[in-house]
């Protein structure tokens, strides 16, 4: 079977201002997320990538593009089932003004019981993404081989989330994975189960180094921003 390659989409504004974007429209790459998404073709550059699949987000579209202008035989297909996760009410509020809501306590914790107001569970944000991970790898597998390698383009959440199922965890302890953004993590997936062989790879020990404000203890909802 193929083996995927998923890239979370470049710094966006959103990200920078503290916001959950979610399906929020005009959520765009801020400067260092563009030069995050310059950067991408060489990064992937040794790859033989069969097909490229992305969420309809403009943040996930715009970190593409330079890999489409760099590889003009590939076009992008757009799925939407590895849009973000639908949040609801939530989507564009600022993440410090969630932070004391008592579901987000759930998120952390217990995600798997999680349910956005307006929005949509994280357990279905996952289970959607998944279905399109199992159809893409069958019809990549058909018709480029088993063998054959592509790419995702998607969000935080919805990636930690295929991690999770890749690796058999149950989704109340996805908040362990880390992502940021425009990082490459890749699940090469066989027959009998899957391999994760890279996780949240930036080539950037930057957001390693420690800050005068230490991370806190919960996982930043929708992915974070990365390295400062």
């Not at 470049?10 to 765009?28: C, D, F, H, K, M």
């Not at 593009?65 to 949040?87: F, V």
């Not at 020990?205 to 909802?221: K, M, Q």
Request: charged share 25%; aromatic share 4%; proline share 7%.
């Amino acid at each position: 079977m193929p083996t995927l390659i998923l890239v979370r989409h470049g710094r966006s504004t959103a990200n920078t201002e503290g916001l959950l974007a979610g399906w929020t429209p005009g959520v765009a790459l801020d400067e260092r997320g563009a030069a995050q998404a310059a950067a991408l073709p060489g990064r992937l550059a040794e790859l033989p990538l069969a097909e490229i699949v992305t969420s309809p987000l403009q943040r996930c579209q715009e970190t593409i593009r330079p890999l489409l202008q760099a590889r003009p035989e590939l076009t992008a297909h757009t799925d939407e089932r590895i849009g973000e996760c639908h949040y609801g009410d939530w989507s564009g509020r600022k993440l410090d003004e969630l932070k004391d809501q008592p579901l987000m306590e759930v998120v952390q914790a217990h995600p798997s019981a999680a349910a956005f107001p307006g929005g949509e569970s994280m357990r279905a944000m996952q289970t959607r993404a998944a279905e399109a991970v199992g159809e893409w790898n069958a019809r990549v597998e058909r018709d480029h081989g088993a063998d054959a390698v592509y790419l995702m383009c998607s969000h935080g959440d919805v990636i930690k989330s295929l991690v999770a199922d890749a690796l058999g965890l149950h989704l109340d302890l996805f908040q362990r994975i880390a992502v940021e953004p425009c990082s490459i993590t890749a699940i090469r997936y066989t027959r009998l189960r899957p391999f994760l062989v890279r996780l949240g790879d930036t080539g950037d020990f930057t957001s390693l180094v420690p800050r005068e404000e230490p991370p806190g203890d919960e996982a930043p909802v929708g992915g974070g921003a990365g390295a400062p």
